[in-house]
């Protein structure tokens, strides 16, 4: 199985802060990534997909980048719904793996 | 509107079985892959198995393997998913979600809690 690690784990940050979480696979997955919100007692939420396309209604402070084995997920300028936990899954080969997740809390 | 609302969760002793359904509704159900995602109390999200449109693949992480069988009903709009010899660590929330073969999602349902305990 392919094994996804995000860094950090997590990370405080204020409203307007520019934030970046990485997330990096055990081995090349072709930009086949998605990103998820998490707020809790909520269902996760789709942000991203191959790794840079943003689902329909997302806003555009979020944004997706990398190749290989690393990539990126980005939020231009925080706002106060940002804050949650977010989750990376690759989805190259099966099974579809998640990495442990980063907790963004308001500083 | 995409709509998906589990159903069948509750509490279990080990060794027992549960069937979790899942009603869809918004969307063309029997057009999408449908899946089952699942997260242990205060832990991160696992994937558990997916189906095709029609029923005709179904793939499973390895450790439910033998245990769980996913299937899908197109005429009555729902996805299910039958747990047999259930374990404590089979104990979280499990999301039916609508997804794609490769096992990316972007629904997700509210998630049903099934807790495996003596």
């Known amino acids: 199985d392919i094994q996804m690690t995000q860094s950090p784990s997590s990370l405080s940050a204020s409203v307007g802060d520019r934030v970046t979480i990485t997330c990096r696979a055990s081995?090349?997955?072709?930009?086949?990534l998605a990103w998820y919100q998490q707020k809790p007692g909520k269902a996760p939420k789709l942000l991203l997909y191959?790794?840079?396309r943003l689902e329909s209604g997302v806003p555009s402070r979020f944004s997706g980048s990398g190749s290989g084995t690393d990539y990126t997920l980005t939020i231009s300028s925080l706002q106060p719904e940002d804050f949650a936990t977010y989750y990376c899954?690759?989805?190259?080969?099966?099974?579809?793996?998640f990495g442990q997740g980063t907790k963004l809390e308001i500083k | 509107e995409v709509q998906l609302v589990e159903s069948g969760g509750g509490l279990v002793q080990p060794g027992g079985s549960l069937r979790l359904s899942c009603a869809a509704s918004?969307?063309?159900?029997?057009?999408?892959?449908m899946s089952w995602v699942r997260q242990a109390p205060g832990k991160g999200l696992e994937w558990v198995a997916n189906?095709?449109?029609?029923?005709?693949?179904?793939y499973y992480v390895d450790s439910v393997k033998g245990r769980f069988t996913i299937s899908r009903d197109n005429a009555k709009n729902s996805l299910y998913l039958q747990m047999n010899s259930l374990r404590a660590e089979d104990t979280a929330v499990y999301y039916c979600?609508?997804?794609?073969?490769?096992?990316?999602?972007?629904?997700w349902g509210q998630g049903t809690l099934v807790t495996v305990s003596s």
């Open positions: 189906i095709k449109q029609d029923g005709s693949e179904k």
């Open positions: 191959a790794a840079s």
């Open positions: 918004g969307f063309t159900f029997s057009s999408y892959w």
């Open positions: 081995q090349g997955i072709s930009n086949s």
């Open positions: 979600a609508r997804g794609y073969s490769s096992g990316w999602v972007d629904y």
């Open positions: 899954q690759q989805y190259y080969s099966t099974p579809p793996t």
